[in-house]
């Protein structure tokens, strides 16, 4: 099997099409989508790992509590159709109903908009069986449907993986940058830069990188040990020219209110003062 | 928005044509691939969770090993194309070149046979930017297109999700069944349910459940505490019906060797013993 020139892969025949970032469809990449007609966004950052179960959820949550406790209008959009996480953490409950203007999203305690596939369905547990272009496809619907009303800021919660949904929320939703989040295992770092990569092939600025469970704490002891090796989230950050924006280690206190809906109430001075002051700092425009 | 009867996803109009299982394309389900012609496997069983970063690839490479220890032939399969681990933990790298024949997977130490879109790839941190169809259809090329000769177990580890990839996996391949991984967050717990109810909808059995990272262990003091709170691998095994396999801790030992890429040197009893003798104790066919 010989390399194939465009993409790499070696996978001869099979990287023809409207399938690759490469084809055609692509270079001609889709207009931009137009928000919809009662909406607005200032800044509308993804986050964005290309591994999965790093916390993208999570930090994409934290996020949204530090920019919302600093009294920014904040929005969450739930871009992992077939694993979507945020409805549980923010504890919100559909089905919601749609409107003649598009659908409304809930609203959790603190007044954070929450828009989500599992929003939308009868049972949180039931699967969503779709090939890829259907769930970018959704995932335009949440941009262009959905009733957010005027925020300030918008924070997009990508799946894993570098295909359909990075790829459509990339060509069609005017993102200022990406938030990329890695683990401190080797595998993961790799991983990472594929993502990191792709961002960059598709031309959307990095806005930083954050290393996530980079170790943890003995209940008993208090013992601060590595879960899963030292981390590499400087090292990729200095080697990409990123801003590497911190550490979270990994605390059961913040699982648990993950578990019970409460995220909000989490303390963590990176993401209420310490992130929302750097990205702010970029003009006031991301 | 109304839901729709389909798919109850809500989505009205977006779960129409080719892209859901429920369509006219998947009842009529394509037929299986036949293996390579110089290949065949004897029993193939995909590792799934529907939720990333909970231990599939590391689950799939022990069961592997397992196998492998008891003296029979066997493959790994990495169906995780924008996120592949596997040639990382075996300590295997590429590029591999095809013959006429197809392409030769390579052998880690102990001799399982590994293929991996990362062995196709030039860098190993090389995006792979595809839209899902394409994802599904190389997936299946490494079913038709791999000399694996003969295998007594092909294990293939699927990526996150109920997208694409697993369901050309569950339509294509002659699988015996599903090891299904799940780790203590409920988070984990509810989108575990998705892929489980997917297989189940898919008529594929669900071999076993095994509960990864429900605890640590602290290097100074001892003490094993729960990372992401209590487990629910067995109360979801039960409710579903299925066996459940055992519970395995986060230890950083693991962790690091598989940054070294020798997963194959850990050792671990519910791997070496206890998992493929349930497996093989199902009339030899699992």
């Known amino acids: 099997m010989q390399q194939d020139s465009n993409c790499g892969c070696g996978t001869k025949g099979a990287c023809e099409g409207e399938n690759t970032v490469n084809s055609e469809e692509s270079m001609h990449a889709p207009e931009k989508l137009a928000i919809n007609n009662?909406?607005?966004?200032?800044?509308?950052?993804?986050?964005?790992?290309?591994?999965?179960?790093?916390?993208?959820?999570?930090?994409?949550?934290?996020?949204?509590?530090?920019?919302?406790r600093k009294g920014y209008e904040v929005g969450v959009l739930d871009a992992d159709i077939t694993g979507p996480s945020l409805p549980k953490l923010f504890g919100v409950k559909g089905p919601i109903e749609g409107t003649p203007?598009?659908?409304?999203?809930?609203?959790?305690?603190?007044?954070?908009?929450?828009?989500s596939i599992n929003l939308l369905m009868e049972q949180e547990d039931e699967p969503v069986i779709w090939r890829g272009p259907l769930l970018g496809k959704v995932v335009g619907q949440f941009w262009t449907d959905v009733v957010w009303?005027?925020?300030?800021?918008?924070?997009?919660?990508?799946?894993?993986?570098?295909?359909?949904?990075?790829?459509?929320?990339?060509?069609?939703?005017?993102?200022?940058g990406f938030i990329v989040v890695t683990s401190p295992q080797e595998l993961a770092t790799m991983i990472v830069k594929k993502a990191i990569k792709m961002a960059q092939i598709m031309n959307i600025p990095i806005l930083g990188l954050i290393e996530n469970m980079s170790g943890v704490i003995?209940?008993?002891?208090?013992?601060?040990?590595?879960?899963?090796?030292?981390?590499?989230?400087e090292e990729v950050s200095k080697s990409f020219n990123?801003?590497?924006?911190?550490?979270?280690?990994?605390?059961?206190n913040l699982s648990k209110l993950c578990d019970q809906g409460k995220i909000e109430e989490y303390e963590s001075s990176l993401f209420t003062d310490f992130i929302p002051g750097q990205l702010e700092a970029k003009g006031g425009d991301v």
Chains 1, 2 share one sequence.
Request: glycine share 14%.
């Open 38 to 68: 009662f909406s607005s966004a200032k800044n509308v950052i993804a986050v964005m790992s290309g591994k999965g179960g790093v916390g993208k959820s999570s930090v994409t949550s934290l996020l949204a509590c530090g920019f919302r």
């Open 101 to 115: 203007f598009g659908m409304h999203p809930l609203e959790s305690s603190t007044g954070i908009k929450v828009m």
């Open 149 to 176: 009303t005027d925020l300030d800021y918008l924070f997009v919660d990508l799946p894993p993986g570098t295909g359909d949904v990075p790829l459509s929320v990339m060509q069609s939703l005017p993102l200022n």
């Open 218 to 233: 003995c209940p008993k002891c208090g013992e601060e040990f590595k879960l899963f090796g030292p981390g590499h989230g």
């Open 242 to 252: 990123i801003k590497f924006l911190g550490k979270l280690p990994v605390d059961p």
